[in-house]
């Protein structure tokens, strides 16, 4: 990427099921040196508006390029994956394994396609929806692969396991904090814009997209205290909240990146209980971290040479 690149940061903040109630929420920034500055923080209340905004034939901001990092799993567990491609159900063994194209892939580009990327279209062919993927999940060692060996049904990927005493939800959790609905949502949405993934996907060049996680940089500098909830507001989380965008303001954490607020922003981050727009900002910062390892020559945004594809990288771990 050139420094001189007009490049936007965003975070995004994801739902696998947003609302009116529960919109994504997206960071918008900039970034000149160490400083990022946010520029606004915008409310989507539809995949679709997602998928509008990323579509690179719209004309719009986002034309001269962006790097966004994303609050969502962009890969499964290889052991699921593996079970999948071996024992799964219907045609994923197939598609899987390269055997039959995968539905909606012109032949002549099926033997292209990154193993992400033939991943996530499979499961949306044989899955159809959410619920789809869901039910394939809890069918693991029951309905198929029945004599699946002892183990965890929930699995993670070595990426969740990066940050010590700090696990993050496995991939196939579709219930309670459903990261593997916001899987199967969030990706295809990403592969249908042919954005980049890096160390994933190649896509376009200036539109890059990075797993975030808002809850590492939180952890860093709260250590277990909570800052957010979708139910309960209490003193507690608000001082939280202070601390951590006080702490963000100040550069105190180990991306050496510090952010600049008005101080109505500041107030809107604060005040937000439920910590959506402080979680899309956290991934904002994320995403810069990684925009600042590309322009110092890293072509990969600060994501390790060798990780495993169908699982990805969280960013910074």
């Known amino acids: 990427m050139s420094a001189a690149a007009p490049t936007w940061l965003l975070g995004l903040d994801f739902s696998s099921a947003p609302s009116a109630r529960k919109p994504l929420t997206l960071a918008w920034g900039r970034r000149a040196g160490s400083v990022v500055r946010l520029e606004r923080v915008d409310e989507l209340p539809t995949h679709a508006a997602l998928s509008a905004l990323l579509d690179p034939a719209a004309p719009g901001p986002l034309a001269s390029g962006f790097v966004m990092g994303c609050d969502f799993p962009f890969g499964l567990p290889r052991v699921f994956v593996e079970a999948l491609a071996t024992r799964g159900p219907g045609l994923l063994p197939r598609w899987l394994g390269g055997h039959d194209p995968v539905p909606g892939v ?10 992400t990327e033939r991943l996530i279209r499979a499961l949306h062919a044989h899955c159809e929806d959410r619920a789809g993927f869901q039910r394939l999940v809890d069918g693991w060692g029951d309905t198929w692969h029945a004599d699946r060996p002892p183990g965890p049904r929930l699995a993670h990927r070595t990426a969740d396991l990066a940050i010590p005493d700090m696990v993050s939800t496995s991939p196939l959790q579709t219930r309670y904090v459903p990261v593997g609905k916001m899987y199967f949502e969030g990706l295809m949405r990403l592969v249908a814009a042919n954005l980049a993934l890096p ?4 896509g376009r060049p200036y539109a890059v997209a990075l797993e975030a996680y808002p809850g590492w940089l939180a952890r860093e500098v709260l250590g277990r205290r909570s800052y957010k909830s979708d139910t309960v507001a209490t003193d507690d989380r608000l001082i939280a909240r202070k601390d951590l965008v006080a702490a963000l303001e100040q550069g105190r954490t180990r991306l050496g990146l510090r952010l600049k607020l008005s101080a109505a922003q500041h107030d809107a981050l604060v005040a937000d209980p439920k910590g959506d727009r402080l979680d899309a900002v956290l991934c904002l910062i994320q995403a810069a971290w990684g925009q600042q390892r590309a322009e110092a020559g890293d072509a990969r945004y600060g994501i390790p040479a060798g990780i495993d594809p169908v699982e990805g990288w969280i960013l910074t771990g």
């Open 106 to 115: 012109a032949p002549e580009l099926a033997h292209a396609l990154s193993e």
């Open 199 to 202: 160390g994933q996907r190649e």
